[in-house]
């Protein structure tokens, strides 16, 4: 599916000035992401009685949210803020420090780092296809992904920064005022610097996977163990109760009784949220897309390859009084656990290369 693009000027309420038409901006301005109607269906399926959304094509089309549209100036200032250290208290972190563009714009670590050192609980997720997730962080506690990137800011173990001294700093660098000024028609603020942010993450999407071409009729692009393991997440595997749609979740939380470990002695993940019981111990559905760059696996990392979390899988999951109903024993053969793996492989998207920009002084 091809991208539709279009151009735009720019409306902006300056102060006392009214409202400026900056049509010289226009011109300037790169292509806007254009907002899809929704995902074009491709049916559904049934296993034990429940229906799902069957799995397809990735859209190229990410929805843009009409309070912050996206353009090329506002996504290259997000992209230097998500390298920018000094958005922790002692300038020693960024967003890519945890959401690592080599490891899968994941942490390769099983729980990261912050500004002082302090191990999370918590594996770093993948920002790939974020921009098609409702919900973010492993609980859902963020609406979208502004409000996300507001988060680690100001989480005492990430960056450990303040409103009230982050946006002075930024401020104050001459190459960011006038990027803020342009794009914003103002002053930095920390819901600009959210805003900047979140567009360059709707830029990171994983796509033209070699199960894309093969659903879009390329028959060579997975080779036969791909199929056959195609097959076994659609059937005997049950993994598209979970994992289901173009984006392989289904954006909802579950407990399948993974091992807790880690600084948390209990993480109640979903449940610390909604307080609803049947949310006690259930953590986000993770997109598929490209998995195999963003280990370890889990909310807490627990897994360190791709065969540990099919095994698991396997076993029908781990002990736990909350443990979802989907999870069951699933009696995988050897032979059947390597072609699901393969498969699994088949969702590798097409590299995406982000050169380091070179941050204001």
Known sequence: MSQRTRRFFVIRRLGSFGVLLMG????????????????????????????????????????????????????????????????????????AFCHNPGTGFADARQFSIGAFGTAGGRQAPTVYNTGFIPLQFWDGRAGSLEEQAIGPIHNPIEMAEMHETVVPKIAKIPAYQKQFQLIFGGGASLQHIAEAIAAFERTIVSQNSAFDKYTMGETGAMNEAAVRGLALFRGKARCILCHNGPNFTDNRFHNLGVPQVGPLKEDLGRYMVTRAQQDRGAFKTPTLRSVVETAPYMHDGVFKTLEEVIDFLDAGGGGNSNLSPLMKPLGLSAEEKADLLEFLKALTGAPIKVNVPKLPK
């Not at 996206?70 to 000094?86: H, M």
Request: aromatic letters at 6%; hydrophobic letters at 35%; proline letters at 11%.
């Open 24 to 95: 010289w901006l226009a011109a300037s301005l790169s292509t806007v992401l254009a907002v899809p109607s929704g995902y074009a269906p491709h049916g559904t399926v049934t296993i034990d009685g429940a229906t799902v959304p069957d799995i397809g094509p990735m859209p190229t089309q990410v929805p843009i949210p009409p309070t912050n549209l996206s353009y090329a100036q506002k996504v290259e200032l997000g992209k230097q803020l998500y390298f920018e250290t000094r958005l922790s208290k002692n300038n020693s972190v960024s967003c």
